[in-house]
C-alpha cells in the first residue's frame, strides 16, 4: 500500500507558474505508474467521478497528458526521492481546481488517465487562477 501527499497549489494570476509535488511513502515508489488528475468547482461527485485525467507517468517513464495541458504541463518523477511533480505554466483560469496525485501498481493493466483505474490517492492540493 502507498501514501501519497502533495503539495504546492497555491493561487496565481493567469500566465503565472506552479509546481505540484506528490511523495509517496508507504511501498516501493519505482513500481508505480503515476498520474495527476484535477477536479473543478462545482464538479464534486462521489467516488472521483467529476476527476479529470491531467498527466501521467509510467514506470518506464512513458508520460501521457491531456489534450488540455498539453505544451503547458509537464510531469516527471524522481525515484531517488519517491516522488512526482507537476510542472505547469501558462497557467489559465480553467486550470484552476483540486489536483490529485494517484497511483496503481505497474501491472498488465495500463491506467492512462483513468481515475478509475488507480488503487491509491492523496488528499490533494488547491490551485486556483484568476484572470
Known amino acids: 500500500q502507498v501514501h501519497l501527499v502533495e503539495s504546492g497549489g497555491s493561487s496565481v494570476q493567469a500566465g503565472g507558474s506552479l509546481r505540484l509535488s506528490c511523495v509517496a511513502s508507504?511501498?516501493?515508489?519505482?513500481?508505480?505508474?503515476m498520474g495527476w488528475f484535477r477536479q473543478a468547482p462545482g464538479k464534486e461527485r462521489e467516488e472521483r467521478e467529476g476527476?479529470?485525467?491531467?498527466?501521467?507517468?509510467?514506470?518506464?517513464?512513458?508520460?501521457m497528458y491531456a489534450d488540455s495541458v498539453k505544451g503547458r504541463f509537464t510531469i516527471s518523477r524522481d525515484n531517488a526521492k519517491n516522488s512526482l511533480y507537476l510542472e505547469m505554466n501558462n497557467l489559465k483560469p480553467e486550470d484552476t481546481a483540486m489536483y490529485y496525485c494517484?497511483?496503481?501498481?505497474?501491472?498488465?493493466?495500463?491506467?492512462?488517465?483513468?481515475?478509475?483505474?488507480?488503487?491509491?490517492w492523496g488528499q490533494g492540493t488547491q490551485v486556483t487562477v484568476s484572470s
Open positions: 494517484a497511483a496503481k501498481r505497474a501491472g498488465t493493466v495500463l491506467p492512462a488517465l483513468a481515475h478509475w483505474r488507480y488503487n491509491y
Open positions: 508507504g511501498s516501493p515508489f519505482n513500481l508505480y505508474n
Open positions: 476527476y479529470e485525467g491531467v498527466a501521467a507517468i509510467y514506470v518506464d517513464e512513458e508520460k
